[in-house]
């Protein structure tokens, strides 16, 4: 049974923004650092930004300057808020611990962004 559960996915206009979260267990959530993953169809899972207990975060190159990756420590998840969106973000987004994914994945959440 997973116990990532990534929400806040959807279908969105080129430019457009979307706020994806993701709920963790504490036990996972805690101390690790957690990061966001994407997938489009025919593509390798990727790492999209991760950050760490205290904040410290990383992007992509791809998508730095456009998305922000945050978490709540108290809440246990994690949150990715993804402006500026182009066709080429639209994948399947996951979370998981970062920089190496150690934990099951979840179902993820579909982001399809139109032009």
């Known amino acids: 049974q997973a116990r990532l559960m990534e929400s806040g996915g959807g279908l969105v206009q080129s430019g457009g923004s979307l706020r994806l979260s993701c709920a963790a267990p504490?036990?996972?959530?805690?101390?690790?650092?957690m990061g966001w993953y994407r997938q489009a169809p025919g593509n390798q899972r990727e790492l999209v930004a991760h950050?760490?207990?205290?904040?410290?975060?990383y992007y992509a190159g791809s998508v730095k300057g456009r998305f922000t990756i945050s978490r709540d420590n108290a809440k246990n998840t994690v949150y990715l808020q993804m402006n500026s969106l182009k066709p080429e973000d639209t994948a399947v987004y996951y979370c998981?611990?970062?920089?190496?994914?150690?934990?099951?994945w979840g179902q993820g959440t579909q982001v399809t962004v139109f032009s």
């Open positions: 950050i760490t207990i205290i904040g410290s975060t």
């Open positions: 504490g036990s996972i959530f805690s101390y690790k650092t």
């Open positions: 998981n611990t970062a920089p190496s994914a150690t934990e099951a």
